[in-house]
């Protein structure tokens, strides 16, 4: 059981990583502050700087929807439509995603609603439909 335990501390750091390199290799192109923030919201353990994120949120939209379109490209699939609505909630979501998309890797695919969502949250999702396929 403490194994479990531990495995269950120590994925989250070890797919970060994954997270961030997947990003650094499918788009490249995305300025080192909205990588940041994509790692600052997906990090566990911490809770997100909202005012900071969202300061920076306006600015980086556009890299991480042409990120969801490599992403989308690379595993065939369209990703849903990235609407901007309720950008707190949005980023608050990152991380109980994460540890679902890290239960049960099949939830990953499935786009959310076009009002749950927004750039970044989809950009993460489709970073573990990629994490989970090996389609790096």
């Known amino acids: ?51 900071k994120d969202m300061a920076g949120l306006g600015a ?22 990235a609407a901007q609505e309720n950008v707190v909630t949005c980023i608050l979501q990152i991380q109980p995603d994460h540890f679902l998309f890290m239960a049960n890797p099949a939830h990953a695919k499935i786009p959310f609603p076009a009002g749950q969502t927004c750039s970044l949250r989809d950009m993460h999702r489709l970073a573990h439909v990629v994490l989970s396929e090996g389609a790096r």
């Open 1 to 51: 059981m403490k194994f479990i335990g531990l495995v269950a501390l120590l994925a989250p750091a070890v797919l970060a990583a994954d997270f961030i390199s997947i990003l650094q290799e499918k788009c490249s192109d995305m300025p080192p502050n909205c990588l940041e923030i994509a790692k600052d919201v997906h990090q566990t353990g911490k809770r997100p700087n909202i005012v």
């Open 60 to 81: 980086c939209n556009p890299y991480y929807q042409k990120c969801i379109q490599r992403l989308s490209a690379s595993l065939e699939r369209r990703s849903a439509d």
